[in-house]
Nanobody, 126 residues
Framework: QVQLVESGGGLVQAGGSLRLSCLAS????????MGWFRQAPGKEREFVAS????????YYTDSVKGRFTISRDSAKNTVYLQMNSLKPEDTAVYYC???????????????????WGQGTQVTVSS
């Protein structure tokens, strides 16, 4: 088992920045591919970004490329999502997710992720 706890959400004006953090505990952090997903009201949960176990491979959904950056700090068992140039359409609950799937370096398939955090609200005002 692994427990994931997100933090860093909040209210920000369009064009602003936030950094989300996800602290993982319970098992060896380096075993997990980590991802961020988001869900807006009335919409399905969607992939935002992921990072491989080594941190060497990252994936982003097209709408956040060039604005968001995912990173991980193994010493702190934490994955981050730096969000810049935020837009109102980025408003959603953001979820951290983890998977130990073999031969998987990350990506948008929500079914691959075994563990989920409780989510943190991000609201971007226009």
């Amino acid at each position: 088992q692994v427990q994931l706890v997100e933090s860093g959400g909040g209210l920000v004006q369009a064009g602003g920045s936030l950094r989300l953090s996800c602290l993982a505990s319970g098992r060896t952090f380096s075993r997990f591919v980590m991802g961020w997903f988001r869900q807006a009201p009335g919409k399905e949960r969607e992939f935002v970004a992921s990072i491989s176990r080594s941190g060497g491979t990252t994936y982003y959904t097209d709408s956040v490329k060039g604005r968001f950056t995912i990173s991980r700090d193994s010493a702190k068992n934490t994955v981050y999502l730096q969000m810049n140039s935020l837009k109102p359409e980025d408003t959603a609950v953001y979820y951290c997710a983890a998977t130990t799937a073999i031969s998987y370096s990350g990506g948008p398939d929500v079914r691959r992720y075994d563990y989920w955090g409780q989510g943190t609200q991000v609201t971007v005002s226009s």
